[in-house]
């Protein structure tokens, strides 16, 4: 069995402290480093199946049992827009709670002032989708919010066309009661949407891989329109062996470092590295050894690089484990 994970965000940033993964540092140092073309996430799987756009939208709503169709689809993810000194911080939801009943009254007041020109679906509360009506609407942003949070919006904004219509969202989340408890308990406010992702559904796609676990719903998507069997990670590696079968190539996303270290929460990030080195990387690395699986590949979409480690690459003990943080990275 060749089991690649992908998980992007995995080296922390070269000023922040470095967390210990000995078992992650041992598949780095023993494995063969290939390089790659730093991407986002969401553009190395697109890749990966064939594709070189990121249409995020209709394949988020593909994920969650929506019929894309051969409209064009839109990301519309709720955020928090945060006054800087001198321009605007936006904070994906990755970094706040979004609940059910949230989103619901959020979307059933904005609703109306999309009306003929699109149409709102929540599938999951921290992940909207806008099919566009009006076909010559222009194109959006590729930049999903996890790329540039924490970071001045301006260069990433959108088209004046859109201005307006933005304008009047703002003011409608602004205004909601839903935010009004956000605030008064502390949490930060969900005041805009970010548009990205525009496009149609793929006509098909192709990928490598004969299963796919992720949460992620472009992963997701990709995985359901080429016809590979897909589901969520669940609990750890013990957890997957344990229902994979013994052969053959399987993908698993790890997503869960991005927001941590977008945001520079620090012991955020140190928290789920380790919960990954305990979930993932150190049964991974005792299964490698035992001959449970022949090969892992351990993909960094955003480092630029892989990591492919085989049984017999772990007798290279001169190869030694160094900090994650010495690895050169190169952000998407």
Not at 122 to 144: F, H
Not at 251 to 268: F, H, K, P, S, T
Not at 275 to 284: R, V
Not at 295 to 312: G, I, L, Q, Y
Request: hydrophobic share 45%; net charge neutral.
């Amino acid at each position: 069995m060749h089991l690649e994970l992908v998980v992007p965000a995995l080296f922390p940033a070269h000023d922040a402290p470095s967390p210990a993964a000995p078992a992650l540092e041992v598949l780095l140092a023993r494995g063969r480093r290939a390089p790659g073309d730093a991407a986002s996430l969401e553009r190395w799987l697109c890749r990966a199946f064939g594709h070189d756009d990121v249409p995020a939208g209709a394949l988020t709503a593909l994920a969650h049992g929506l019929d894309p169709g051969t409209r064009r689809w839109l990301r519309a993810d709720p955020v928090h827009l945060r006054a800087a000194r001198d321009h605007l911080v936006l904070v994906p939801n990755q970094a706040f709670a979004v609940t059910g009943a949230e989103a619901d009254a959020l979307a059933a007041r904005i609703t109306p002032l999309l009306a003929g020109k699109f149409t709102l679906y929540t599938p999951k509360p921290d992940q909207w989708c806008l099919r566009i009506e009006n076909d010559d609407e222009s194109d959006v942003s590729t930049d999903a919010p996890l790329q540039i949070a924490g970071a001045n919006i301006d260069p990433h904004l959108l088209a004046k066309q859109w201005h307006a219509l933005l304008t009047e969202l703002e003011m409608a989340l602004y205004e909601h009661p839903v935010n009004t408890a956000r605030e008064a308990r502390g949490d930060p406010a969900i005041n805009s949407l970010w548009l990205w992702g525009a496009g149609t559904q793929p006509a098909a796609a192709r990928g490598p891989w004969q299963s796919v676990s992720a949460d992620d719903p472009v992963a997701l998507g990709l995985a359901r329109l080429a016809g590979v069997r897909h589901r969520a990670p669940g609990g750890g590696a013990e957890e997957w062996l344990g229902r994979a079968p013994e052969d053959g190539r399987h993908l698993v996303v790890l997503d869960g470092l991005r927001g941590a270290r977008a945001m520079g929460d620090l012991e955020a990030f140190a928290r789920r590295l380790q919960a990954l080195e305990d979930g993932w990387f150190a049964p991974l690395l005792a299964a490698l050894k035992a001959g449970r699986v022949g090969m892992v590949t351990v993909h960094v979409p955003d480092a630029a690089a892989s990591f492919e480690t085989a049984r017999a690459d772990l007798r290279r003990f001169w190869r030694r484990p160094r900090p994650l943080v010495s690895y050169r990275i190169t952000l998407a």
